[in-house]
């Protein structure tokens, strides 16, 4: 089946600064979200993307399908982004494969 | 709009005991899934319904593992018996019928088996 990888595994910031978070996958997928979890274990949906660019608030994602990748941006960080962004990917029939995440810690 | 909803949120039982999970998902949302999320770890599903048929469990430990969905609404994941490795965040998501829709988390049941 499909492998997803996330990088990078932890980042720190400093309250105000802006961060990419990188998803490979390693197929053609037809279905990619990104997730954040919060520290209270709730996965909220942050961008159903498998192909093109969406933005919403500070959060920004981009999916070059050919080349078998997602983006997320997150632009003037707050604390209250810290938690687990996960993404997710699924290829034709098969099921749905979640990266291990990215540890975001946002310091004040 | 209503979210998923999940109970017990937190469940505490000894090994070789029996739990059982319930799951509401979103209202028109045909197919559901169970995830199960170690700690530190993405989830990894373990089965998933359409309507009231079951389309894939092939990751489910059906030894000890049972999931049904009446009616094609609610679903209950059952074990029977516990393990210590069973410890874990149970998620229940659901989209609507067609695979590659956006799937809806619950807030989980955070299960401490001792």
């Known amino acids: 089946g499909i492998q997803v990888e996330q990088s990078p595994p932890d980042l720190i910031l400093q309250e105000g600064a802006n961060s990419t978070l990188r998803c490979n996958f390693s197929?053609?997928?037809?279905?990619l979200q990104w997730f954040h979890q919060n520290p209270w274990g709730q996965l909220i949906n942050l961008f159903y993307?498998?192909?093109g660019t969406k933005q919403n608030g500070r959060l920004s994602a981009t999916t070059v399908a050919t080349e078998r990748y997602s983006l997320l941006y997150i632009s003037s960080s707050q604390t209250t982004d810290s938690g687990v962004y996960f993404c997710a990917a699924r290829r034709g029939g098969q099921n749905f494969v979640f990266g291990p995440g990215t540890r975001l810690s946002v310091l004040p | 709009e209503a979210g998923v909803a999940q109970s017990p949120r937190y469940k505490i039982i000894e090994k070789r005991q029996s739990v059982a999970f319930w799951c509401n998902p979103i209202s028109g949302h045909a197919t559901l899934y169970w995830y199960q999320q170690i700690l530190g770890q993405g989830p990894k599903l373990l089965i998933q319904?359409?309507?009231?048929?079951?389309?894939?469990d092939s990751q489910l430990p059906k030894d000890r593992f049972s999931a049904e969905r009446l009616k094609g609404v609610d679903s209950t994941l059952k074990i029977q018996p516990a393990k210590l490795e069973d410890s874990a965040v149970y998620l229940c998501?659901?989209?609507?019928?067609?695979?590659?829709?956006?799937?809806?988390f619950g807030p989980g049941t955070r299960l401490t088996v001792l």
């Open positions: 993307i498998p192909s």
């Open positions: 319904f359409q309507n009231n048929g079951v389309v894939d």
């Open positions: 998501a659901s989209s609507l019928v067609d695979r590659n829709n956006e799937q809806f």
């Open positions: 197929d053609s997928v037809n279905n």
